[in-house]
């Protein structure tokens, strides 16, 4: 089963599952050893398929640190935290938790586009 490990120690997942964001992102940062690293993949990919299913689902890419790393970074874009959360508390996707990897730790959390002048927009 998936530990989770709050990315914001102030500022937990639920609470921010509770705030009106329209578009919002999903990050999220999976640790899992080197031996289990295939099962990880398997559970991930029918994870990403249900919540793919899921109203309000936009799309979702999950990165591998390099050099022999077992560091994953995933996110994913959705229309509001209202879909999110809906999707987050799907009994399917809530159950797959249990079937993720001993070792694997994640750190779920949400984010918004900030604009930064002359560099990215909103």
């Known amino acids: 089963m998936v530990k ?11 609470t921010q599952m509770e705030a009106n964001v329209a578009p919002v992102i999903v990050m999220n940062k999976f640790n899992v ?5 295939d099962k990880f993949l ?10 793919k299913r899921q109203p309000g689902f936009i799309s979702t890419q999950l ?7 077992c560091v994953f970074i995933h996110y ?3 229309e ?3 879909h999110y959360k809906r999707a987050y508390n799907n009994p399917e996707f809530q159950s797959s ?12 959390h949400l984010f918004k586009k900030v604009a930064v002048s002359g560099i990215c927009v909103e």
């Open 97 to 108: 938790a249990k079937e993720y990897p001993e070792s694997t730790t994640a750190s779920p």
């Open 63 to 69: 990165h591998r640190g390099i050099a022999g790393s």
């Open 80 to 82: 509001s935290t209202e």
């Open 33 to 37: 050893k080197l031996d289990e690293v």
């Open 42 to 51: 398997k559970i991930w990919a029918a994870d990403a398929a249900i919540m």
């Open 76 to 78: 994913a874009v959705w």
């Open 4 to 14: 989770f490990i709050e990315m914001d120690e102030k500022v937990k997942l639920i």
